[in-house]
């Protein structure tokens, strides 16, 4: 889904303009990024969390030359899901899931 499809969808769904609806998803937005950028931690029960982590200074590979290089520290924007979100994508655990290379179990007849 892209974000011209979510305002479309919401449009539809709030009786609002496109254009209005555009407004306010920009805004929303807007308003996450200022609290990231003010270290604060946004949390949209039950959606999600939008956090900053910080990442330490370390040492990496060019795959190029094979060279070392060193990675500065940085701070990154992070999405931690919550439980409601969770549950809808994951769905049941019960399940199971067959993992990569397994083989398949067949009966013989």
Avoid: H, W, Y
Avoid at 1 to 22: F, H, N, P, V
Avoid at 53 to 64: F, I, M, S, Y
Wanted: charged fraction near 35%; hydrophobic fraction near 40%; include cysteine.
């Amino acid at each position: 889904m892209t974000k011209a499809d979510l305002i479309d969808s919401l449009a539809t769904d709030c009786e609002l303009s496109k254009r209005q609806t555009g407004e306010i998803i920009d805004a929303l937005l807007d308003e996450i990024k200022a609290a990231l950028q003010a270290g604060d931690k946004v949390q949209l029960i039950p959606f999600g969390s939008f956090m900053v982590r910080d990442r330490r200074r370390r040492e990496g590979r060019n795959p190029k030359t094979g060279e070392q290089i060193v990675i500065a520290a940085r701070r990154v924007p992070a999405f931690s899901a919550g439980k409601a979100l969770r549950d809808a994508v994951g769905g049941d655990k019960k399940k199971s899931v067959a993992k990569p290379g397994a083989k398949k179990v067949t009966k013989k007849r």
